[in-house]
């Protein structure tokens, strides 16, 4: 099973500014990597996928990034809306498709 | 629109069960696969189970093998989970995802229900 960790668990950002979040894989997963956006008291949603395709209707102010064992997603500016808990996810060898334990971005 | 609606949770004692389900529209169910997905209160997401298109296929975690039983319905466009011998560390929102298709293997879940909470305490 590919285990993926992410970092920070927790990071303080001011709005308007760039917050920059790491997920590693154990292996190689090569771009087959996703990111997930959760709201409290919401299910995820999809934001990146293939690594750097932002999924349907997100905004050009996210952005994914890596391939293999290291991968960043950027928030550009944080609006308001931004500020929650962030997961990766491994899909290129399964099952199990393994999840990060999760990056919470919070206002500073 | 793409949506998925659990149903099914509540409170049971341990050692009990408990069958969710999973209710698909606006898309071609029988075209994909389907998964399980937990996460346990203020804790991050677990994969639980996942099934094929034709249920040819059927995989889960570790955690739950043995216990619990995922299912689906085409003509119904339903996926089910048939939780029994329930465990306090089971409780969670379990939420349906939306997995591969036909076509392409390496997907992510891109659709996701609201989850449907489970709790298991005496």
């Known amino acids: 099973e590919i285990v993926m960790t992410q970092s920070p668990a927790t990071l303080s950002v001011s709005p308007g500014e760039r917050a920059t979040l790491s997920c590693r894989a154990s292996?190689?997963?090569?771009?087959?990597l996703a990111w997930y956006q959760q709201k409290p008291g919401q299910a995820p949603r999809l934001l990146i996928y293939g690594a750097s395709t932002r999924a349907t209707g997100i905004p050009a102010r996210f952005s994914g990034s890596g391939s293999g064992t290291e991968f960043t997603l950027t928030i550009s500016s944080l609006q308001s809306e931004d500020f929650a808990v962030y997961y990766c996810?491994?899909?290129?060898?399964?099952?199990?498709?393994?999840f990060g334990q999760g990056t919470k971005l919070e206002i500073k | 629109e793409v949506q998925l609606v659990e149903s099914g949770g509540g409170l049971v004692k341990p050692g009990g069960s408990l069958r969710l389900s999973c209710a698909a529209s606006?898309?071609?169910?029988?075209?994909?696969?389907m998964n399980w997905v937990r996460q346990a209160p203020g804790k991050g997401l677990e994969w639980v189970s996942s099934i094929s298109s034709s249920s040819s296929y059927i995989y889960y975690a570790d955690s739950v093998k043995g216990r619990f039983t995922i299912s689906r319905d085409n003509a119904k466009n339903s996926l089910y989970l048939q939780m029994n011998s329930l465990r306090a560390e089971d409780t969670a929102v379990y939420y349906c995802?939306?997995?591969?298709?036909?076509?392409?293997?390496?997907?992510?879940?891109?659709?996701w229900g609201q989850g449907t909470l489970v709790t298991v305490s005496s």
């Open positions: 606006g898309f071609t169910f029988s075209s994909y696969s």
């Open positions: 995802a939306r997995g591969r298709n036909l076509k392409q293997w390496l997907v992510p879940f891109d659709y």
């Open positions: 292996q190689s997963v090569s771009s087959n």
């Open positions: 996810q491994q899909y290129n060898n399964w099952p199990p498709e393994t």
